[in-house]
């Protein structure tokens, strides 16, 4: 599988089969990257998403796109990094949740964010050491996925996620 990690906005990805929202648990608009895929995809989405919620911890949802130009959207809820136990646990669950669900639909492509940064306060090095952990070992949970992008705010957090990435992959060789 290729992982590409880039500075881009995750709504302006046509080219991928699916994008990854990092999802609150009402799978409401919200702010940073739920706001932003909850604008582009239009109010259909929230409705679509009414009921699924409350969305589990750990926990992962598969929508279609609506007004994005990508046809799915694949929800995942994080742990909020100071408010819930265990959250590297739950990080790691909404991985697998995320890997699943496209390889249940046969998504071969999508782009995500930096799962849990924002607004759930996930220490970004820590994020990227789990999210590049788990696409390294996609291949049991997702055997057809070929292409991961990694969309990023700036040019230092792809540093971050690039060091990141570079660890797990001498730590597999």
Known sequence: MKIEIV?????????????????????????GVAGAIHMAAGPKLEEYCKPFAPLALGAGL???????????IIHVRSAHYINNDEPE??????????????NDN????????????????????????????SLHRANELAPFLQTVRICL?????????????????????
């Open 62 to 72: 598969i929508t279609p796109g609506f007004k994005l130009a990508n046809p799915w």
């Open 7 to 31: 500075v881009g906005n995750i709504v302006k990805q046509p080219d991928m089969e699916a994008v990854v929202n990092s999802a609150n648990a009402n799978l409401r608009l919200g702010s």
């Open 89 to 102: 646990k739950y990080m790691q669950m909404a991985l697998e949740s995320m890997l699943r669900l496209a």
């Open 153 to 173: 705010t700036d040019a230092d957090m792809v540093q971050l996620f690039e060091s990141a990435n570079a660890e797990v992959q001498t730590s597999t060789v």
């Open 106 to 133: 046969d998504i071969r492509s999508l782009a995500m964010p930096a799962i849990g940064t924002g607004m759930f306060k996930f220490p970004a090095m820590l994020a990227a050491r789990i999210i590049c952990q």
